[in-house]
């Protein structure tokens, strides 16, 4: 299985800070058609999980564009610019290119 | 509007079975397989397999074989998972979501597997 490797496990960040997670993954995520399957989803507490960025770059919709994805084959990045108090929450990274998918263990972003 | 309703939480003893549901609305059932993922208290999320409703063609994760048996009804638009032979290591939530897209997640549900 591909292994997801998310860093740091755990943030700290005062509001208006701008914070970046990584997302590391054991083979290349991209797939024979070219497209890179790799997704960012945040979990609110109590929530289920909710996709705000696909193929590494695309904005779900209603996402604020203070989210950014960026990276590619194996090494992928997930921005918050200006954090607010509704981005709080564990965020983790996903890859549905090889089967089966799988996901990082998670970073958990809270207030400091 | 798409949503995923999933059935209760349950409470069950060692060693039983446990059938959930996740009844699908606002598309058609069949243009979409149904993923379901477990998520162990404070832990992350596993993948434990998918069933293709319109060719009840399941795939699971090589980890959960013989523990979930995923099924569909089309009739009703509802996908079921059935754990089987629980133990301690069952106890999670689990959630069902609209295909690899990871869009559409259902509400969840907490099995607790305890005498």
């Known amino acids: 299985d591909v292994v997801m490797t998310q860093t740091p496990p755990s943030l700290s960040v005062a509001i208006g800070q701008s914070v970046s997670i990584s997302c590391k993954s054991s083979?290349?995520?991209?797939?024979?058609?070219?497209?890179?399957?790799l997704h960012w989803l945040l979990q609110s507490s109590g929530r289920s999980p909710k996709r705000l960025i696909y193929?590494?770059?695309n904005l779900d919709s209603g996402v604020p564009d203070r989210f950014s994805g960026t990276g590619s084959q194996k090494d992928f990045t997930l921005k918050i610019s200006r954090v607010e108090a509704k981005d709080l929450g564990v965020y983790y990274c996903?890859?549905?290119?090889?089967?089966?998918?799988?996901f990082g263990a998670g970073t958990k972003l809270e207030l400091k | 509007e798409v949503k995923l309703q999933q059935s209760g939480d349950e409470l069950v003893r060692p060693g039983a079975s446990v059938k959930m549901s996740c009844k699908a609305s606002?598309?058609?059932?069949?243009?979409?397989?149904m993923h379901w993922v477990k998520q162990s208290p404070g832990q992350g999320l596993e993948w434990i397999g998918t069933?293709?409703?319109?060719?009840?063609?399941?795939s699971y994760n090589q980890k959960f074989k013989g523990k979930a048996t995923l099924t569909a009804d089309k009739s009703s638009n509802t996908a079921y998972m059935e754990l089987s032979r629980l133990t301690s290591e069952d106890s999670a939530v689990y959630y069902c979501?609209?295909?690899?897209?990871?869009?559409?997640w259902g509400q969840g549900v907490m099995v607790t597997v305890s005498s």
């Open positions: 979501a609209r295909s690899s897209s990871y869009i559409y």
């Open positions: 606002g598309y058609t059932f069949t243009d979409y397989a």
């Open positions: 069933i293709i409703p319109l060719i009840d063609t399941t």
């Open positions: 083979q290349s995520l991209v797939y024979s058609d070219g497209k890179t399957y």
């Open positions: 193929q590494v770059s």
């Open positions: 996903a890859q549905t290119t090889h089967f089966p998918d799988t």
